[in-house]
């Protein structure tokens, strides 16, 4: 089917529907960052492929609404004749919607959107109607299966607490707040809350399902029967009722009269709008698992520990084979990215990328989501800079690294300009890595502290400063984030966040330098009267020297460097072999 | 009459009135920061003079809920035996009120009171009825007059635009927004946008009032007749109705069916209530003065300039006074302050202080909001810590600066740990004035830069760093500021702020630097991209070089402090007498 074939069937749905249009998100129904195959109908309809997008179909037109990181693509990947490509942020579907659909009825898969989402297309002017089923499964011939891998306990040793005590604390949330239940879509709070781990995703661990939690501790799984081995079940223990995930319906029925909790930002508008008709009380509030899933534990802070060592040794054998190993003028940025993740499956307890590498040489490194295809791919050539983003799956934790270098061969010759620059990341990299603030103090505003020495030059980067990372779980975790776009979460211990300020000049090269933070108690000092934080670095990797302006470094900078190199040659060299453990030694020698 | 006595009366009040209890706030009419003594009803109903403040009279109860600033105070200032104390933040009034005031009738002067402040009170349980006069003022024998002081035209060299144009572009913004009128209740707003001062107030040079500005640029100004000269008429000019202050409400009612906007933040509930009933459609909606008025146009930003330069010359007879004439072992901190007002009333243009001058010596500098009186007023003795908080009122400009010294005689023997701390304070204090960041980025993420060098020592400060400050206008304006606590205005050249992080260690001293800062474009650098903004500073006094540790400072800190102080002395030194000159020229030396 062509594209414009694709939209003629939908169309003929919708009459069908008896609605005038329809939204396609790019969702499923965890409505998580990434989605299976089976739920990528966006992709299917429009042919974009991105990550992030909406469409809003009409009688007689058709919109795609996607952020400035897609817009190149999307305009190359949409069929024009069918498809009105839109700004997400500059052109905003909800006024497109006043705009163009004005006393139309829209429907929606109320499985696909969460109130939140719905309520910022809501105006008077349009009817949004939510439907049964969805339109485009109906004409989506060969759509791939649901994903149906097995939900595996996850050990103790790991997860470093019982899912009964979890259930028991989240539940305890809900009789403090006079709540009978809640609803949890999230399928990392799943995860999390059960200690299971699934395979239904390409880099993060997730068994995709639902979950009801009573106040009493006890819990409803909604989760295909297959996936659950009788190991599993009598993991999740008596207190889990474990049923189809499409069959939620009947147990929130049977809440009629009671109050439950429902994440509007999270949840699919489907739960919320089941419980309203069956005479439940919908109450919003945070899913209660988000803050303590965020905050490590101690086994899960040293399985954090343990396995960035590990990820660390993978990381200096890859550091030194491209800058010594590699075949000059041959080895590509899909090579090199081949060649880490083979390094990583040496590693024990290695599970997979955490996401796919961005492997992206000179002016590949100036696109800050760039992934090398093979239309894409080219050679990493001699004296340019190289910006390599990535990370693993651990069964002990989650890693997340990006390192910038300067191409060989020999003594780096970089250009002044590109070192001054480089140096100007590393300080706010820096900055932000020995910093200290008092409890309380949220992300949003430790995002600055990486900037200063950027903004100084009259220079920025465009996106946030970092991001939370999950446990063996995602490596976009909320809610902490440093990101002035990032809601205002205070910061408490155990919490791991990105540190991964960047320079990009577009057509050119692009620097990022990133390292996993692990927020703790910091020690008490003279006259101290509150409770202060601080980071402990969970990444070990070298800097590149060449790149580095000494003269720029303040003492404290400076020394900072220096005692993280020195750190990362006595942990890392001990698990290298004699010639890596060489190149680590040189790497971290003191600056000149 | 006693305050059991006046509490009594109240309630008696109440019954005719037919409420079973009352909100008295901390408020007038124009709901300001300052209020006149005819608007002191919650000082005179309870004994609190605090400048925040709640009452809440039920029939067996009465409670004042008011912040940790006041919390030792109005501890000695109410009667326990009609009143209990609560801290408004962590015991807020809503729930005192669902608590103990459940079923209850409770009365509300809609003048006092904007419809935010209104919100967060509602309950299901409490029902909150208007009323049409204050009750107190029933019993309040010897009210004092409202204030009539003239109000006069604001010359149009110093307020850089005519009145005529700030209505036209006002009335721009109500059109596009679909908007048939504006109710201004700020009476800063009607001081900007009508080119007019008043006397109404102790420190800030209003003429309170109301005004209804429509969109076609004509506006009705309620102002008490006799406060309007014929030379104040005929500045205010045609299109500008005079109608006394009291008399909106016909006004109000012949907009039936047109749309309003109303400022839920800043305007009387009346207005929206005294709408509604009349049939307008009213609008929620900023202020549309507030912006344009926090970016001074270039005549206000030269006249906060002359106003600075002058202050100064004030600034450096004072502390050459403060180091080499006062008396030691007499000089107290009520004869310092009236000291350096009276250099002040030396300076042209001046017209008052802009606040209450903070002169605190040892312990009482750590008492953020401290006002020396009669009681509390005590010798500056020789080596200790002395702060002083100050500022004028200029017709070209409000100033607002704060230094910290070590007292003589001889060279500065302070404490190590002293000088440490005042060092970090200053390294906040200039991290924050020698700031590049792009335009686009809101004060409270920039509030963090003038923190991290105290927090680095386990240190902090249990305020904002800076406020905004108008033109010959209030010390404390809106909408920018650097604190986490305010909303995420963007910065924009014009704007002026004060930069004033501190240290306070109770009982024994406190810190505090502020100078005021004015935001412009910056230089565009190389490969830059983004618009960038920095900070003119304002304010012209030396720091002490006493309790400096050059060798915490960084090249870039050191080469700050020294230009400053150079550009002290080269714009001060000229307008001082010799010996002044001679004392500001150590004052300013390079740091050891």
New interface residues.
């Given amino acids: 089917m062509t594209p414009a074939e694709r939209l003629a069937a939908l169309r003929n749905q919708l009459a069908k529907a008896g609605v005038d249009g329809l939204l396609v998100p790019r969702a499923d129904e965890n409505l998580g960052e990434y989605v299976p195959p089976a739920g990528e109908r966006l992709a299917w309809l429009t042919g974009f492929t991105g990550s992030a997008g909406l469409a809003i179909v009409l009688p007689a037109a058709a919109a795609l609404f996607t952020d400035g990181r897609y817009s190149t693509q999307a305009a190359q990947q949409l069929d024009p004749a069918c498809w009105t490509l839109r700004h997400i942020i500059e052109q905003p579907p909800g006024a497109w919607l006043r705009e163009n659909a004005a006393g139309l009825r829209i429907g929606y898969d109320p499985w696909l959107h969460s109130e939140a989402m719905l309520g910022r297309l809501k105006s008077a002017e349009v009817t949004l109607v939510p439907l049964a089923a969805n339109p485009v499964d109906a004409i989506w011939a060969n759509r791939p299966a649901p994903p149906a891998a097995p939900a595996v306990p996850h050990p103790l040793a790991h997860a470093g607490r019982a899912a009964e005590d979890k259930r028991a604390e989240a539940a305890a949330l809900l009789r403090e707040a006079g709540e009978d239940a809640v609803v949890l879509a999230d399928a990392h709070s799943l995860a999390w809350l059960f200690n299971i781990r699934g395979g239904d995703l390409e880099n993060t661990p997730l068994a995709l399902g639902f979950a009801l939690l009573r106040s009493d501790g006890s819990a409803e799984l909604f989760m295909e029967p297959q996936k659950l081995s009788p190991e599993t079940r009598a993991h999740l223990g008596n207190a889990v009722t474990a049923r189809p995930r499409t069959e939620p319906a009947a147990a929130l029925t049977a809440l009629a009269g009671k109050a439950v909790r429902v994440d509007p930002e999270v949840t699919p508008a489907w739960f919320a709008e089941t419980l309203r008709a069956a005479g439940a009380k919908v109450i919003s509030g945070d899913d209660p698992t988000r803050l303590p899933r965020a905050c490590k534990n101690p086994a899960e802070q040293a399985g954090a520990r343990a396995a960035h060592a590990r990820d660390a040794v993978a990381l200096a054998r890859f550091l030194h084979w491209l800058s010594a190993v590699a075949p000059q003028g041959e080895t590509t940025e899909m090579m090199a990215a081949e060649r880490l993740l083979a390094f990583r499956r040496e590693v024990p307890l290695f599970r997979g990328e955490s996401f796919p590498a961005i492997s992206g040489a000179g002016e590949h490194g100036a696109i800050i989501h760039y992934r090398a295809t093979p239309a894409s791919d080219r050679i990493i050539r001699a004296w340019e800079a190289y910006l390599i983003d990535s990370g693993g799956q651990y069964l002990d934790g989650t890693t997340d690294v990006t390192r910038t270098v300067w191409t060989g061969p020999g003594p780096a010759p970089a250009p002044d300009?590109l070192r001054e620059r480089y140096t100007r990341v590393l300080q706010g990299h820096v900055?932000l890595a020995?910093?200290?603030?008092?409890q309380g103090?949220?992300g949003?505003?430790?995002?600055?502290?990486a900037?200063?020495a950027l903004?100084?030059?009259?220079?920025?980067y465009d996106h946030g400063t970092g991001h939370g990372v999950g446990s063996f779980l995602s490596v976009h975790e909320g809610p902490a984030a440093f990101s002035?776009a990032a809601k205002?979460i205070a910061l408490a211990p155990g919490m791991i966040l990105s540190d991964e300020p960047g320079y990009y000049?577009p057509g050119h090269y692009g620097i990022r330098i990133e390292n996993l933070l692990l927020v703790k108690p910091?020690a008490?000092?003279?006259?101290?009267v509150?409770d202060?934080l601080e980071f402990e670095t969970l990444t070990l990797a070298p800097y590149d020297r060449g790149l580095i302006v000494p003269a720029m470094l303040?003492p404290a900078e400076r020394a900072w460097i220096e005692s993280y190199h020195a750190r990362v040659f006595a942990e890392v060299a001990p698990h290298c072999d004699a010639e890596v453990a060489d190149w680590l030694q040189q790497a971290t020698a003191p600056l000149d």
Same sequence: chains 1, 2.
């Fill in positions: 300009l900055a020995m910093l200290r603030f008092p103090v949220a949003p505003y430790l995002d600055t502290v900037r200063t903004w100084q030059a009259g220079l920025d002035r205002p000049l910091a008490r000092q003279v006259d101290q509150k202060f303040s």
